[in-house]
């Protein structure tokens, strides 16, 4: 313990050092910050020095092996350092589906030569990576997937469509699901594969939002080449590696989702006083006085959930079932918020753009409506349910 305060003392002295003045009192949340990628344009000169200051620690992935170019430092002391960064409100140096998800699942599953290859990449910000799981017909029901793979010598020829893939038209790589074996069970038909997605054989479209965002996109494969080496896991063994990349998916949704929330109680209670024109005193509607209270007692207890949940993370170095009932707790939490926030503001709530409503995330409407789909991302709540049911409180299926 002595040692882990040592340490926050030498992350705070350099980071007051560092962290350029720019930087600071700008950061939002966990993962708000530079996304790195080939097709990235040259980030703004503050974010690039903070960024190469981190890089040059390993700090841009602190539990990382030093060999692939992380920190090697322990999940504590990685704690320690965004707990830091989030004190002067400087982003992290890095965000982005390399380092929550395909990332540790390298770490996990890779060859040595996969994590030599990708994992140096992901930590110098240099490949994006996306996400190719879901498909028209293969949401829930992920095992049912279609896009087919063709083992051709070192090579994988692959055919069909991925769907909802964030930030597709940004990436550089997507880790996919294909099917290699039409023949077998569902799940043992299916291989875990690394594909680059800059070649003729992959387009993507992106698909608005009701925020009128574009978060996401369709990908499409036509006969598109990846290599036998970027198998993860073995032919047809992909479910687990996937299954596993599942859990890192829903931890780093339940982190983002404590990062956005931490805070907002007051926020709202400010906008309640601004809006019903209270200066102090109690807020004079009592029914929102107390969806106020509630939310403020559901976000700390959501807070301290996450706490030990992540402590326990620490001890078992990944995340179990548990991350199923923070991400159903932490969307619904999330669409609570702006369920507030827009019966809060009343009239000045609902508004799409033009004065006084931007168009960006300060605007309660499209952020009301981009909180329809916590629910669903990265797993619905009734899936997650099923998975409680079954992995945490031991149900009969
Ligand atoms: C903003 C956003 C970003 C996303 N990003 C990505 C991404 O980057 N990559 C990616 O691969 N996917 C992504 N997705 C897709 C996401 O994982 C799927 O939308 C989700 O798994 C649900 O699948 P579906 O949309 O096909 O709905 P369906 O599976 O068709 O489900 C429709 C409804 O039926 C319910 N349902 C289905 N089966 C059952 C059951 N057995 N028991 C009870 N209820 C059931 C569901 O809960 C849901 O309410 C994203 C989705 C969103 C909204």
Redesign the pocket.
Known sequence: MADLEQFRQEVRAWIEANAPAGLRGTRKGRFDGYWGGRLHPEPDPDVKRWFDACLERGWTAPTWPAEYGGGGLSRAEAEIIDEEMERVKVPPPLVGFGLVMIGPTLLDFGTDEQKAEHLPKIVRGEVRW?????EPG?????AGLQTRAEIQGDKVIVNGQ?V???YADKSDWIFALVRTDPDAKKQEGITFLLIDMLQDGVTTRTID?ISGWS??CEVFFDNAVAETKNIVGGINKGWTVAKALLGYERSMIGKAIEGQLAGTEQELAASARAHLGRDDGPLPDASLRQQLALYSIDEQCYAQTARRIAETAQATGAPGPESSIMKVAGSELKQRRWELATRIAGLHGIGWDGEPFSEDELNTTRQWLRSR?NT????????QL?IIAKRVLGLPS
């Open positions: 996306c996400q190719g799981y879901s293969a949401g829930s029901d992920l991925k909802w893939t964030s939002l978060p996401f789909a669903i991302e990265g797993g619905s709540t009734e899936i099923n």
